[in-house]
C-alpha cells in the first residue's frame, strides 16, 4: 500500500449508493454531523451511474465519482468484464482516497462503496459500514471483514457481523423527515374528502406498479370512490403511466421523482410501496398506514424479508407482487377506504417501530472514530 502522509483531516466520507436507499441514510448521517459538530467536513464518493450523481450536487456536498462494475447478478459475461474493470476501480478510489484524506469512510453499500473503502481500510484509515436491509448486501458482507464498526437496521443483521462492534441502531432518516415527525399525527380523513394516495416504487420507480395500478384505480373509481392519486413511476416512464389514467374518475399526478418526500408523506392518506429498507425507516418514523408490495428479484428476496417483519408486527400490510392488478389488491384498497379505524390503527402501530434517533447515533460515533 502506498504511504501515508500527513495528517489525516477531519472529513467523514460517505462512501457507496447507487440507489435511494443505500444514499440517503448516508446523507441523513451527513445531516446529523453537521448538527452535532460543524467544524467536521463530510464528502461523498458514488458512481456515475448512481442516483448519487444527480441527488448529491443539489444537495451542495463534495461528490468523487468512480467508476465500479456490477458483479453481483450481472452473470459469467458481466463477472468477466467486471474483473477486467476492477483495477481502474482500484486506481479512482486511491486517486480520490488522495485528494479526499479522509478521517473515517461510512461505507452506506453499493458497488461504489467496495473499492474505495477496502483501500481506505487496507491504508489504516478508521473505517465503519451501515446495513440498512435485514439481510446485507455483497458489499457490504465482504467490507464487514475489514471494517472497524457496523451499524445495522435490524437486530438479526448482527450474526452477519460477527468479528467487529456492530449496533442495532435502526435505519437514519433525512432531518426533513424528522422535522415533519416531529409534532406529526397521522388522521384518516374525514367523511367527504376525497381519499389521498401516494404510490412510491423505491427510488428508481415499480414497473408492475405502473403497468396494473393505473387500471385497479380507475375501476374503484368506477365504484364510486372518490381518489385522488400521485404516482412516483421513475425516469422516463411518466407518459405511459398518465396514459392508464386516462379514464380515471379522480385526479391522478404522476411524476418521475419526488424531491420533497416530507410533503408527499404528509399529504397521503395511504401509501402503496415497494419495501426498501429506508422507505420502510421513513414510514415507521413518521407512522403512516402502508401497503407493502416487496419487489419480488431483490438480491435475496430481502424486501420480502423487510415487510414480513413490519407486517407480522401488525404495523402494514404485505401483498405480494402477483397480486397487483388482480381482484385482491382492489378489494383490500376498498375495505381499506371503507375503514378509518384500521388506517388510524397501522398508523399508530408503525410509528411504536420508528427509530428517529438512529442518525444522530451513528453521527455521535462517526465523530468519536474520527
Ligand atoms: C430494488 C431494490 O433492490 N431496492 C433496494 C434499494 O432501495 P430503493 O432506493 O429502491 O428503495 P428504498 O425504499 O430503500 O429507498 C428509497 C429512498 O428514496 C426516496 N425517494 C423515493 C422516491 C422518490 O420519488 N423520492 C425519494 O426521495 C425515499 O424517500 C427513500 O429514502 O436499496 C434499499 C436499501 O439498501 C433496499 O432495501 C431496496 O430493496
Known amino acids: 500500500m502506498w504511504p501515508f502522509s500527513g495528517e489525516r483531516a477531519r472529513r467523514v466520507v460517505i462512501a457507496g449508493g447507487g440507489t435511494g436507499g443505500h444514499l440517503f441514510p448516508g446523507v441523513a448521517?451527513?445531516?446529523?454531523?453537521?448538527?452535532?459538530?460543524?467544524?467536521?467536513?463530510?464528502?461523498?464518493?458514488?458512481?456515475?451511474?448512481?442516483?448519487?450523481?444527480?441527488?448529491?450536487?443539489?444537495?451542495?456536498?463534495?461528490?468523487?465519482?468512480?467508476d465500479v462494475p456490477?458483479?453481483?447478478?450481472?452473470?459469467?459475461?458481466?463477472?468477466?468484464?467486471?474483473?477486467?474493470?476492477?483495477?481502474?476501480?482500484?486506481f479512482g478510489a486511491m486517486g480520490a482516497i488522495k485528494r479526499l484524506n479522509p478521517?473515517?469512510?461510512?461505507?452506506?453499500?453499493g458497488y461504489a462503496a467496495g473499492p474505495f473503502t477496502m483501500l481506505a481500510s487496507m491504508r489504516g484509515i478508521p473505517c465503519a459500514l451501515m446495513e440498512q436491509n435485514s439481510t446485507p448486501g455483497m458489499t457490504n458482507r465482504l467490507?464487514?471483514?475489514?471494517?472497524d464498526q457496523a451499524f445495522v437496521s435490524f437486530e438479526k443483521t448482527r450474526e452477519f457481523f460477527p468479528n467487529i462492534p456492530c449496533d442495532f441502531v435502526g435505519n437514519p432518516v433525512r432531518k426533513s423527515l424528522l422535522d415533519l415527525a416531529e409534532g406529526f399525527e397521522y388522521e384518516a380523513p374525514e367523511e367527504g374528502r376525497e381519499f389521498r394516495i401516494l404510490i412510491i416504487g423505491g427510488s428508481g420507480g415499480a414497473a408492475s406498479f405502473?403497468?396494473?395500478?393505473?387500471?385497479?384505480?380507475?375501476?374503484?373509481?368506477?365504484q364510486g370512490a372518490?381518489?385522488?392519486?400521485?404516482?412516483?413511476?421513475?425516469?422516463?416512464r411518466v407518459a405511459e403511466v398518465d396514459g392508464g389514467y386516462s379514464d380515471f374518475a379522480g385526479e391522478a399526478e404522476v411524476v418521475e421523482f419526488i424531491d420533497d418526500m416530507a410533503e408527499a408523506y404528509k399529504w397521503c392518506d395511504l401509501l402503496i410501496c415497494r419495501a426498501g429498507a429506508s422507505t420502510i425507516a421513513e414510514v415507521l418514523v413518521l407512522g403512516i398506514p402502508a401497503i407493502y408490495v416487496p419487489f419480488p428479484h431483490a438480491a435475496d428476496d430481502h424486501q420480502t424479508k423487510n415487510a414480513q417483519a413490519i407486517a407480522e408486527a401488525g404495523a402494514g400490510i404485505m401483498i405480494a407482487d402477483s397480486d397487483v392488478g388482480q381482484g385482491r389488491a382492489t378489494r383490500l384498497l376498498a375495505g381499506l377506504l371503507q375503514n378509518p379505524i384500521s388506517l388510524q390503527n397501522l398508523a399508530r402501530k408503525a410509528r411504536t417501530l420508528g427509530r428517529p434517533d438512529a442518525a444522530t447515533i451513528i453521527a455521535q460515533k462517526c465523530i468519536e472514530m474520527l
Open 70 to 90: 456490477m458483479l453481483n447478478g450481472a452473470g459469467a459475461a458481466g463477472w468477466a468484464r467486471g474483473l477486467v474493470q476492477l483495477p481502474g476501480s482500484g
Open 29 to 66: 448521517v451527513v445531516e446529523a454531523i453537521e448538527q452535532l459538530d460543524p467544524s467536521v467536513d463530510v464528502a461523498f464518493v458514488g458512481s456515475p451511474r448512481g442516483i448519487e450523481a444527480r441527488a448529491i450536487p443539489k444537495l451542495g456536498y463534495d461528490l468523487e465519482l468512480i
Open 226 to 236: 372518490n381518489l385522488r392519486i400521485r404516482h412516483q413511476c421513475g425516469r422516463g
Open 210 to 222: 405502473n403497468s396494473k395500478l393505473p387500471a385497479d384505480f380507475c375501476a374503484l373509481g368506477e
Open 143 to 147: 467490507l464487514g471483514k475489514v471494517v
Open 103 to 109: 478521517g473515517l469512510v461510512v461505507s452506506v453499500g
